[in-house]
């Protein structure tokens, strides 16, 4: 079952990605996406029952290990620090999904 992370769902060039993809979503498509601000993660849960939204911090490195291992595809459009960026990226390179 294909699986894709996308981080950054909330902002401008993540929400039209995300806009993308549901209107190509077939329905063996897991789409999950990783959001840290609470209101926003129950608004797109509640906007779009089969997204798998996780309300945590991206410097949580093993959420960002384990859905990248699981993701065939992993589309980063956050606005990143320096420190989160290693954070993304290295989580990326440990799983192999940095392309
Ligand atoms: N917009 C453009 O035309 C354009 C063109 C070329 C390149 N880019 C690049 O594309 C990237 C995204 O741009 P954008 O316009 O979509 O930006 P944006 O609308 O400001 O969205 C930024 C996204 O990053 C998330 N984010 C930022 N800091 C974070 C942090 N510390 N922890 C977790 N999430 C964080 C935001 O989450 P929250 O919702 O929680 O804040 C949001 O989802 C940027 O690197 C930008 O330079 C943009």
Do not use: W
């Not at 209107?23 to 601000?37: A, E, L, M, N, W």
């Not at 609470?38 to 859905?67: I, M, R, W």
């Not at 065939?72 to 940095?98: A, E, P, R």
């Amino acid at each position: 079952m294909p699986h894709i992370l996308l981080l950054g769902a909330t902002g401008y060039i993540g929400g039209s990605v995300l806009d993308r993809l549901l209107k190509i979503q077939k329905p063996d498509i897991t789409i999950s996406v990783i959001v840290r601000d609470s209101d926003k993660a129950k608004k797109l849960a509640t906007t779009f029952p089969g997204l798998d939204v996780h309300n945590k911090p991206y410097e949580d490195h093993q959420l960002l290990v384990d859905l990248a291992s699981r993701a065939d595809v992993v589309f980063n459009c956050v606005k990143i620090s320096t420190s989160l960026y290693h954070n993304i990226i290295s989580s990326l390179n440990i799983t192999g999904q940095c392309r």
